[in-house]
T-cell receptor
């Protein structure tokens, strides 16, 4: 079974503060993703990466940065957290060479910005 | 507009009954995945379909790329089936980012 772990699982941050969400996968997958989920919406892609030391913008990248220092690790960075960034964030990985785009998700990180 | 429309947004079933969730697509998709959010918040992959149907236990999914829809059928619903279900579509060639539906909150009642 694929393993994607996120940390922290829950965080309360102050408006204007910096938040880093970390993701670690042990699947040997090339592709990693950060999504956010808001009530009434499906998951929306923030950033993704298909190789270490490179990241790409997803559908809603504004206000977020990403870092992929290694194949296993992918971080999402909120330099100046805002109230609108309160959401649940999911990290995922996939091996595009295997069975299409089957995604393996982490358990989510609940961020509350106050 | 949204490329993936999932319905219903909420569904209540009594144990032992069944129903279907549906996702309509505004364009031709290469494939679809169905997920369930488990009690720990993680998304569990239920099905991946590039065409046709797949069945796993009490769940069955179908995908028709030409008609632009996918369904997830649940039969003999059990209490543990409660949760949020998402479909996610694999866009046409050139883009490999999944587009998620807004989810269906399923509640199974005794």
């Amino acid at each position: 079974e694929a393993a994607v772990t996120q940390s922290p699982r829950s965080k309360v941050a102050v408006t204007g503060g910096k938040v880093t969400l970390s993701c670690h996968q042990t699947n040997n997958h090339d592709y990693m993703y950060w999504y956010r989920q808001d009530t009434g919406h499906g998951l929306r892609l923030i950033h993704y990466s298909y190789v270490a030391d490179s990241t790409e913008k997803g559908d809603i990248p504004d206000g977020y940065k990403a870092s992929r220092p290694s194949q296993e690790n992918f971080s999402l960075i909120l330099e100046l957290a805002s109230l609108s960034q309160t959401a649940v964030y999911f990290c995922a990985s996939s091996d595009r060479a295997y069975s299409g785009n089957t995604l393996y998700f982490g358990e989510g990180s609940r961020l509350i910005v106050v | 507009g949204d490329q993936v429309e999932q319905s219903p947004s909420a569904l209540s079933l009594h144990e032992g009954t069944g129903s279907a969730l549906r996702c309509n697509f505004t364009t031709t998709m290469r494939a679809v995945q169905w997920f369930r959010k488990n009690s720990r918040g993680s998304l569990i992959n239920l099905f991946y379909l590039a065409s046709g149907t797949k069945e796993n236990g009490r769940l069955k999914s179908a995908f028709d790329s030409k008609e632009r829809y996918s369904t997830l059928h649940i039969r003999d619903a059990q209490l543990e089936d409660s949760g949020t279900y998402f479909c996610a579509a694999d866009p046409p060639s050139g883009s490999w980012q999944l587009i998620f539906g807004s989810g269906t909150q399923l509640t199974v009642m005794p």
